[in-house]
């Protein structure tokens, strides 16, 4: 799966992972460079 970053630099999760993690507005979200690859 691949998203796109907006002008202001944000990332919109899809809706389906969101629910799957029960992720709601100000949840916080660990992002990780593995070796140029962002996780």
Known sequence: ???TV???GWVV???D???KYN???G????VVDYGG???
Do not use: N
């Open 1 to 3: 799966m691949s998203v």
């Open 6 to 8: 907006s002008e202001k």
């Open 13 to 15: 999760i899809p809706a």
């Open 17 to 19: 992972l969101r629910k």
């Open 23 to 25: 992720l709601h507005p």
């Open 27 to 30: 949840a916080e979200v660990s």
């Open 37 to 39: 690859v962002l996780a």
